[in-house]
């Protein structure tokens, strides 16, 4: 009450949740996994039993409709994500100065940080970034001032204990989880199930920890404004409160995504978009606050290796059916040139696919 807002957290108006989006519209396709929970996926969608066909209409649907869906029967263990959301929990209520401890800086974009920035608005929350495998390949790197061998290691809070295990652990159930999803994909393409895989030895994958503390004007301010995640796939856990809204793509309603317990959401994102020529798109969404509740959760964000030149994949291309629609460009560079600019406020646009769209 009567409290003034910073104004680097104000949204444009146009940009601004209002309240009529809060209501939970059809939501996103929800997808049963058990098909492929205990069973092998088919090396060709050709090759699929029934249930697995299904599942891949399914998929494909949901991916070519939403570019966004939820998962139950995934086969990740609930106990590691209660106990990865309790080390969160237990993380973000130390101190700053003792958060600060284990601080981003703009050589090493992993550890604790709470003012990042989306399209140059900062997001009310704060967060918590590691990767998933520390590269033991360095990658190309933009900038003068990057030390490569400095770049991307984790960095762990001493405290709470067993902060490091439950991450790793976590990591490891989600990791196998992408992989199952990234061949689903492969194969509603029309491709070999193992046709992705080979992008993500040396993946760069990560895991966000995500902290929306209640916000006094969240009519204002956003959790993270809007925005297209810009690796491959995203899985993200979300506890009870809610908050995250899709753009649905048949009319350009915000729909938020409502909370379902033991289940996993799913988004396609950038990379997905360019492999498959824009057959899927990836969907923006951002993350509205509430005045009373915080919100935890954690995204899986599934990125290929560094040295990566991301372009429409080759079987997908008929230079006179369907001609490239991207010109082919560096994961590592993207994403480095991504991340220096969610670090503070720049006066520009930061770098996006459409930057390597073909001119038609
Ligand atoms: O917290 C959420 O629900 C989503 C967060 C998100 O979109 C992101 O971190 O990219
Ligand atoms: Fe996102």
Same mark, same amino acid.
């Given at each position: 009450?009567?409290?003034?807002?910073? *104004?680097?957290?104000? !949204? /444009?108006? $146009?940009?601004?949740?209002?309240?009529?989006?809060?209501?939970?519209?059809?939501?996103?396709?929800?997808?049963?996994?058990?098909?492929?929970?205990?069973?092998?996926?088919?090396?060709?969608?050709?090759?699929?039993?029934?249930?697995?066909?299904?599942?891949?209409?399914?998929?494909?649907?949901?991916?070519?409709?939403?570019?966004?869906?939820?998962?139950?029967?995934?086969?990740?263990?609930?106990?590691?994500?209660?106990?990865?959301?309790?080390?969160?929990?237990? =993380?973000?209520?130390?101190?700053?100065?003792?958060?600060?401890?284990?601080?981003?800086?703009?050589?090493?974009?992993?550890?604790?940080?709470?003012?990042? @920035?989306?399209? #140059?608005?900062?997001? &009310?929350? +704060?967060? =918590?970034? =590691?990767?998933?495998?520390? %590269?033991?390949?360095? %990658?190309?790197?933009?900038?003068?001032?990057? #030390?490569?061998?400095?770049?991307?290691?984790?960095? &762990?809070?001493?405290?709470?204990?067993?902060?490091?295990?439950?991450? $790793?652990?976590?990591?490891?159930? /989600?990791?196998?989880?992408?992989?199952?999803?990234?061949?689903?994909?492969?194969?509603?393409?029309?491709?070999?199930?193992?046709?992705?895989?080979?992008?993500?030895?040396?993946?760069?994958?990560?895991?966000?920890?995500?902290?929306? %503390?209640?916000? *006094?004007?969240?009519?204002?301010?956003?959790?993270?404004?809007? @925005?297209?995640?810009?690796? /491959?796939?995203?899985?993200?856990?979300?506890?009870?409160?809610?908050?995250?809204?899709?753009?649905? !793509?048949?009319?350009?309603? &915000?729909?938020?995504?409502?909370?379902?317990?033991?289940?996993?959401?799913?988004?396609?994102?950038?990379?997905?978009?360019? &492999?498959?020529?824009?057959?899927?798109?990836? /969907?923006?969404?951002?993350?509205?606050?509430?005045? +009373?509740?915080?919100?935890?959760?954690?995204?899986?964000?599934?990125?290929?290796? @560094?040295?990566?030149?991301?372009? %429409?994949?080759?079987?997908?291309?008929?230079?006179?059916?369907?001609?490239?629609?991207? #010109?082919?460009?560096?994961?590592?560079?993207?994403?480095?040139?991504?991340?220096?600019?969610?670090?503070?406020?720049?006066?520009?646009? #930061?770098? !996006?696919?459409?930057?390597?769209?073909?001119?038609?």
């Amino acid at each position: 009450m009567g409290s003034v807002m910073d *104004p680097a957290f104000v !949204q /444009a108006p $146009e940009h601004r949740p209002k309240p009529t989006d809060t209501v939970e519209a059809v939501g996103i396709p929800l997808i049963d996994l058990s098909p492929v929970l205990h069973s092998p996926i088919p090396a060709t969608a050709a090759a699929a039993p029934p249930a697995i066909f299904d599942l891949l209409a399914e998929v494909e649907a949901a991916c070519q409709e939403w570019g966004f869906f939820q998962v139950i029967n995934h086969g990740v263990p609930s106990e590691l994500l209660d106990n990865i959301l309790a080390a969160s929990k237990g =993380f973000f209520a130390l101190s700053v100065e003792e958060k600060r401890q284990v601080k981003r800086d703009d050589v090493n974009p992993l550890g604790y940080y709470d003012t990042e @920035h989306t399209k #140059n608005v900062r997001d &009310w929350k +704060e967060v =918590f970034d =590691f990767v998933v495998e520390e %590269p033991t390949v360095f %990658p190309v790197l933009a900038g003068p001032r990057t #030390n490569e061998f400095d770049s991307f290691m984790n960095r &762990w809070p001493e405290y709470p204990p067993g902060f490091k295990e439950a991450c $790793e652990k976590y990591a490891k159930a /989600a990791n196998k989880l992408a992989f199952k999803l990234l061949e689903l994909i492969a194969l509603t393409l029309g491709l070999p199930a193992k046709r992705l895989n080979g992008f993500f030895k040396d993946q760069s994958s990560f895991i966000r920890l995500n902290h929306y %503390p209640p916000c *006094p004007s969240p009519h204002l301010a956003l959790g993270v404004g809007r @925005h297209k995640d810009s690796g /491959a796939l995203t899985i993200l856990a979300q506890d009870d409160v809610g908050g995250l809204d899709v753009k649905r !793509q048949s009319d350009g309603e &915000w729909v938020r995504v409502k909370p379902i317990p033991n289940s996993y959401i799913i988004n396609i994102g950038d990379i997905i978009q360019v &492999w498959s020529n824009d057959k899927y798109e990836s /969907a923006e969404h951002r993350v509205s606050v509430n005045s +009373e509740k915080e919100r935890f959760s954690i995204p899986f964000f599934f990125n290929p290796a @560094h040295y990566v030149e991301v372009q %429409p994949l080759e079987e997908l291309i008929d230079e006179k059916k369907s001609p490239a629609k991207y #010109n082919a460009y560096n994961w590592g560079k993207f994403l480095k040139t991504r991340k220096s600019s969610n670090f503070k406020k720049l006066e520009v646009e #930061n770098i !996006q696919i459409y930057h390597f769209r073909k001119a038609v």
